[in-house]
Nanobody, 118 residues
Framework: QVQLVESGGGLVQPGGSLRLSCVAS????????MGWYRQAPGKQRELVAN???????NYAESVKGRFTISRDNAKNTVYLQMNSLEFEDTAVYYC????????????WGKGTLVTVSS
């Protein structure tokens, strides 16, 4: 069982920045594809960004150019740097770890709340 613990959420004004962190309790973190998802009130959970075990990244169109996902395998940590935050970025942000071998295993954190408000 892998535990994921997110941190870094909070209240920020529009145009501000936050950095989310997610620490994974596993010695094989480097083999996982890691992702950040978010769920706004009344909406479905959606992918924000992901980074493969090889370091390839992918972003939702709505965050391209504003958010950056990165990972530090030595610290078992994935980050989401969020700049130029908008009201629409308000959501609970969840960390996800996907292992593909020897079988597909999917893990989720409990989430961290990001509120963008003036």
């Amino acid at each position: 069982q892998v535990q994921l613990v997110e941190s870094g959420g909070g209240l920020v004004q529009p145009g501000g920045s936050l950095r989310l962190s997610c620490v994974a309790s596993t010695t094989v973190f480097r083999f996982a594809d890691m992702g950040w998802y978010r769920q706004a009130p009344g909406k479905q959970r959606e992918l924000v960004a992901n980074i493969t075990s090889g370091g390839s990244t992918n972003y939702a169109e709505s965050v391209k150019g504003r958010f950056t996902i990165s990972r530090d395998n030595a610290k078992n940590t994935v980050y989401l740097q969020m700049n130029s935050l908008e009201f629409e970025d308000t959501a609970v942000y969840y960390c996800n770890a996907l292992f593909r071998w020897p079988k597909r295993l999917d893990y989720w954190g409990k989430g961290t709340l990001v509120t963008v408000s003036s």
